[in-house]
């Protein structure tokens, strides 16, 4: 069979032959979750699908998997401080709620003694509005994770007041001996475990599309033999 001179030209394939804008138009539309920022998820993909900058429908394909992994690790970091804070929010409502009852304590008490009683003899009772502790408990709660930056580091002091580290409190909760109900405790542990194998996923992905974009064709000539 003779040898060919002929050339051709080997470009990147069209979008437009095919009535698309985009490669990235064939692949599926993904359902929105409950838990995420609604419209979150769309920006996130057309701002990753402009950096990565897939051209050919291969590459679209690859890129959404590289996409997904990405979300997904931003919903397990989101998921995992959630959780934290699903811990640390209960254990620092409880410091109050029991400060404030000591301090009802020490008040009956101190009251006993000053009518001509003795401490010995004080029944440790007390009147204690336990919806106002809760109350109090809740805001500083809240507050402590507040946005504004001052009223946080307010906030934080008044945690460590109550004798309380605000970084072991953190610790604990990571290690998952935050509270009584360890099995649920090891929620932010589990996050993490996720968070490490996307990871990996993402590097096994990302390694895959770098060789692919590497290997696109790109005009010129091609010599048949």
Not at 211 to 218: A, K, T, V
Request: aromatic residues 6%; proline residues 5%.
């Amino acid at each position: 069979m003779p040898k060919k001179n002929a050339t051709e030209k080997q470009v990147l394939p069209d979008p437009q032959r095919f009535n698309l804008t985009s490669f990235a138009e064939f692949l599926p539309r993904r359902d929105p979750i409950v838990g995420e920022d609604p419209g979150s998820f769309e920006g996130f993909r057309e701002g990753m699908l402009y950096s990565l900058n897939p051209t050919t429908p291969y590459e679209c394909v690859i890129a959404e998997n590289l996409i997904q992994i990405e979300w997904e690790l931003v919903q397990h970091r989101r998921m995992r401080e959630a959780c934290l804070l699903h811990l640390l929010k209960p254990a620092i409502a409880n410091a109050v709620f029991e400060q404030q009852r000591e301090l009802a304590l020490d008040e009956a008490c101190a009251a006993h003694v000053e009518s001509g009683g003795t401490e010995n003899d004080w029944q440790a009772e007390c009147d204690f509005d336990e919806d106002e502790a809760e109350e109090l408990g809740s805001s500083l709660a809240e507050r402590s994770t507040a946005r504004d930056l001052t009223e946080r580091a307010k906030a934080y002091d008044e945690v460590s007041e109550l004798g309380l580290n605000p970084v072991e409190l953190m610790s604990e909760a990571y290690r998952g001996t935050l509270g009584n109900d360890y099995s649920s405790n090891k929620a932010p542990e589990n996050h993490d475990a996720k968070v490490r194998e996307l990871e990996r996923r993402r590097r096994e992905v990302k390694r895959d599309y770098d060789q692919l974009q590497q290997s696109r064709p790109h005009e010129g000539t091609l010599i048949e033999g």
